[in-house]
């Protein structure tokens, strides 16, 4: 592990000495400069871990506001009651976690609920795109590429955000999304990548591995030895991430403080981010999905199809949270979704494509314990189009007032081009 | 020299009937790059196929450059082989109709059945594998066919198309302008649509006139769903009360004006964001599009717009070309001004015909395409020289794509040493040319498909409109390298599934796969 971020290191020093420094500059300023490097090199990164819910989440079963009337007549098989306070001494299952009088967390986020007691854990209401698109495609890409009435933005905002860091010392691991393809969001011209599986990030022959170290080896001295450039550079970073990888036996890693995480995909990539934040390989931005959160039919109440779904977001993500024990500090996530759904309940027990839904955000400097939003009595008239949740936060104001405190981004106008909106005061300070 | 040999060029290419009647009246400047007749075939390999088979240089080699290209253009190199290999693909040749009658969506399998009763709509307890077994029985009985089984047909033809047919250059620029008019089978809305829209909108047109492929895919509904246009209609018109409408709009009333194709035509399809258009344009030019929209394929829309004749369709406005319908009665007829051009007030189809005329022949567009062009055979980077050397081909000849190649490849700047493996192989590339390369055997496509999306590039889902980016820095990156090298070993050690290698060195042939030069072209 260390034998690699003296890799990394290397590699920035020859980038500096080769492009900065050529020109005549006296040596102890160079020197100067190349500690700075180190220093900033191993300094502990913060991380913005997201989680996008795929498929619509419906915020009002999620976090319900459990006394309006309304929402009682519009989902006569949909609607828990309060259970009160201390749900999570065991009592899952029973009813909604009663956070504040007017909002009550779903039996299935009951680990959420010392988090949100503590003041860690934030939740927006209401929050969703200006665009009232209610197709998931359009919204979630919209809400990836931060561009809610462009469709023809190429890159995606995380991608933007990791190029507006401020500081060039990338790593392989800079930006890393657990899924299978780079998600819109990642999309662009900044250094990321998908690894749906730490494991798989080597060289590998099914069958045969012996033949695959051998090749690994050669690969190695082929892309050393090629000219400079892509594929050289590309080369010398893949190596490099690889063995930092495989020095950490990423296979047998076992989770700190008793953490146990769900065994589910979003559990799965939860556990190996975690893996990521504590080798120290540089990961600022991460990314997974999570999903299931479609329900049209049968939606159940605290058992059934968003239950399930609901229970393995709240274990998975308080999992993660435990898991990094001495580094929560540098570490905040967040959820969204693409919208909200219905506030009336469908013909088929479940809820159809509606506009605002819910996030969470969680870390030590989130402003937490509060729901945010602007959530009106959900009466006829207070719904878009007669029908939905409306939107009443802008996600921009969200995700930028986010990223902006955790990972101190300043340029808003190229995170969120033509957005004008106000960030929301979510965070800390 | 260089000028004697140019002058050769020149009396050698108008006068055609020195080199023989075959011969095209061109000759490819490659002496004056300082190439060998051997490295020029290879080059010309490398841009217009999927790799090189065993031979194929020599091939190129007695047959001539120019001969071979010319014929790659003319693309009608018999495919019986291929045809055959297709023939078990029974889902390709079906119209959009009988795609929407044979491979419904989920969503309306799931509706069908709650409306045949055969899954309880009340019963909240139906557990998700009881729930799965119930679909599963109804579609067999009904004859229904999963919509994945469309696709996967869809993808398999893509692979054996690109590893086999003999018209490579078809194959490669099917691929291209698939790209540049993309749509993607993410967005369930025009999902199924998407092989008819490359067998009958983008395949017969790619070496056409842009114009006709720009209104082709505007009138396709792959592209009307994918962009939203089949919505689109002028205030207060919206829904099916006005008049014949389709399924979709009587299913999903229209909130009015829809931009999203308007802007995107423009955008990315023609004059390119710095085209010099406005917002007001992209408006404009939405009005102009209010209407066009896909003809109802369900018997309940047709039944609607059946109790109007022909005659009377066409008399009120109405066009209706196979899937393309256009809706009078949602037409904004009002005056509308795009790009400084005025469509006068009482309008109707004949708008849209026009603009697509404008845009078409635009020295915006002439430019922004002949680039795209230009980046994908050339380099990331082509020399503006090229560029305006092949949009003046385009303004010139009416958006001849065989002439805007042609103006291309016989260029100096094709054939320059900037240009020679300055392309990074794509992951679709590099695993069909491996295969090209290695003269494999393809029996399952599927596998090789996996691989490729395992590597980035997932083929027919990109979700954005603007298609793959085509440049280097895009295709490699730690994880996508490694999986590359990862693939070479799996080619040649016989582990990728459904293709046969012959035997070789496996260590060896994997290692020059995942080699850093065989990641150029």
Redesign the interface.
């Known amino acids: 592990m260390v034998v690699t971020r003296r890799g990394f290191l290397k590699s920035g020093g020859i980038a500096l000495f080769g492009v900065g420094l050529m020109g005549g500059i006296p040596a102890f300023m160079a020197e100067a400069a190349a500690s700075e490097k180190r220093r900033q090199l191993y300094k502990r990164k913060r991380v913005l871990v997201c989680i996008f819910q795929r498929g619509a989440m419906d915020g009002l079963m999620a976090v319900t506001p459990f006394e309006d009337a309304y929402l009682k007549a519009a989902r006569p098989n949909l609607m828990m009651t309060a259970a009160g306070q201390g749900a999570a001494s065991g009592r899952q299952g029973t009813g909604l976690i009663d956070l504040d009088g007017k909002w009550g967390l779903h039996p299935g986020l009951n680990a959420f609920e010392p988090l949100f007691r503590e003041g860690r854990l934030g939740i927006v209401h209401g929050i969703g795109s200006p665009n009232n698109t209610r197709s998931h495609f359009d919204a979630q890409d919209y809400m990836e590429s931060g561009t809610p009435f462009n469709k023809g933005t190429a890159s995606g905002w995380l991608n933007r955000a990791v190029g507006l860091l401020g500081h060039d010392a990338l790593t392989p691991f800079t930006a890393v999304s657990l899924t299978s393809a780079l998600p819109r969001s990642l999309y662009g011209d900044n250094p990321s990548v998908a690894i749906a599986n730490l494991q798989d990030f080597a060289i590998q022959l099914k069958g045969n591995p012996a033949a695959a170290q051998a090749a690994a080896r050669s690969f190695e001295d082929l892309y050393a030895t090629t000219r400079p450039g892509l594929l050289q550079q590309t080369g010398k970073e893949s190596f490099e991430a690889m063995k930092v990888l495989q020095s950490a036996d990423v296979q047998h890693y076992q989770p700190a403080n008793g953490a146990v995480y769900p065994n589910s995909p979003l559990g799965g990539s939860l556990r190996q981010i975690a893996q990521l934040v504590k080798l120290e390989v540089g990961l600022e931005v991460a990314f997974t999905e999570s999903g299931g959160w479609d329900t049209h039919f049968n939606q159940g109440t605290d058992n059934g199809i968003f239950a399930r779904s609901i229970t393995d977001l709240g274990n998975s993500i308080a999992a993660f949270w435990k898991d990094l024990g001495g580094y929560q500090d540098d570490v905040t996530v967040m959820t969204m979704t693409e919208f909200g759904r219905t506030v009336h309940q469908n013909g088929t027990g479940g809820t159809d494509h509606g506009r605002a839904s819910c996030n969470f955000i969680l870390g030590n400097g989130v402003a937490g314990g509060k729901v945010y939003g602007n959530v009106a009595p959900l009466a006829v008239e207070n719904l878009e189009d007669g029908r939905d949740l409306p939107v009443t936060t802008d996600f921009r104001n969200v995700f930028g007032a986010v990223v902006d405190a955790h990972l101190q981004i300043a340029n808003d106008k190229l995170l969120f081009p033509d957005w004008n909106g106000v960030k929301a005061g979510v965070m800390k300070g | 020299m260089r000028a004697v040999a140019t002058l050769a060029a020149i009396l050698l290419a108008t006068v055609p009937s020195l080199i023989g009647p075959k011969r095209p009246p061109y000759r490819f400047p490659w002496r004056q790059a300082g190439l060998t007749e051997r490295q020029a075939a290879d080059h010309l390999l490398s841009r217009f196929t999927y790799g090189a088979t065993p031979g194929q240089t020599d091939a190129v080699l007695r047959q001539g450059l120019e001969n071979w290209f010319a014929q790659q253009l003319a693309a009608d190199l018999p495919d019986d082989s291929l045809d055959a290999m297709l023939r078990p693909y029974d889902a390709l040749q079906l119209t959009n109709e009988q795609v929407v009658g044979l491979y419904p969506r989920m ?1 309306q399998v ?1 509706k069908m059945a ?1 409306r045949d009763g055969v899954i309880n ?6 557990d ?1 594998a009881e729930y799965r077994g119930l679909i599963r029985d109804y579609m067999a009985r009904k004859g229904y066919k999963p919509e994945q089984e469309l696709f996967r047909q869809f993808i398999c033809q893509k692979i054996l198309r690109a590893v086999y047919s003999n018209n490579q250059l078809g194959e490669v620029m099917t691929d291209f302008w698939f790209n540049h008019f993309n749509v ?1 089978i ?4 025009c999902a199924e649509f998407i092989p008819a829209y490359e067998r009958d909108v983008i395949r017969p047109n790619v070496f056409g006139k842009f114009g006709d492929l720009l209104l082709e895919t505007a009138k396709s509904p792959a592209m009307l769903y994918y ?2 246009n089949f919505m689109s209609s002028a205030a207060g018109t919206g829904g099916s009360a006005a008049g014949p409408g389709t399924d979709s709009v009587s299913r999903r009333r229209s909130g009015g004006l829809n931009e ?1 194709y308007a ?2 035509v423009m ?2 399809h023609t004059l390119g ?1 710095d085209g010099g258009y406005t917002q007001q344009d992209v408006t404009e030019a939405a009005r102009v599009l209010t209407g066009w929209t896909v003809y109802p394929m369900n018997e309940d829309g047709q039944r609607f717009i059946n109790r109007f004749s022909p005659d009377q369709l066409a008399k009120r406005g109405f066009v209706h070309e196979g899937d393309f319908l256009f809706n009078a009665n949602r037409h904004d007829k009002g005056e509308k001004d795009v790009l400084g051009h005025v469509f006068v007030a009482g309008g109707g189809y004949e708008e849209g015909v026009e603009l697509f005329g404008m845009l078409a022949h635009h020295p915006s567009t002439a430019k922004f395409v002949c680039r795209k062009i230009a980046v994908r055979f050339v380099s990331d980077d082509p020399p503006q020289s090229l560029v305006d050397r092949m949009a003046k081909t385009f303004m010139d000849k009416d958006g001849d794509i065989r002439q805007v190649l042609v103006t291309m490849v016989t260029s100096p700047e094709f054939w320059a040493p900037a240009a020679i493996k300055e392309k ?1 192989k794509s992951p679709f590339e590099l695993a069909i040319g491996a295969v090209r390369g290695l003269r494999a055997t393809v029996e399952q496509p599927y596998p090789l498909y996996v691989w490729i ?2 590597m ?1 590039e ?1 083929k027919y ?1 990109y ?4 298609g793959f ?1 085509d440049k ?2 895009y295709w ?7 999986n590359r ?2 693939f070479g ?2 080619l040649a ?1 016989g ?1 990728v599934g459904g293709v046969k290698v012959g035997s070789l060195n ?2 060896e042939v ?2 020059a796969i ?4 065989n ?2 072209r």
């Open positions: 969503g799931a709650i709509k009340d019963s909240v307890k139906t998700r993607s993410t967005k369930n809305d962009l939203d999203n802007r995107e955008e990315l964001v990074t999306t395992r980035g997932k889902y979700p954005a409109p603007t980016p280097g820095a490699i990156n730690t994880g996508s390298l490694l090298m990862n070993l799996a050690g582990k496996a260590q994997g290692l995942g080699s850093p030069a990641q150029l």
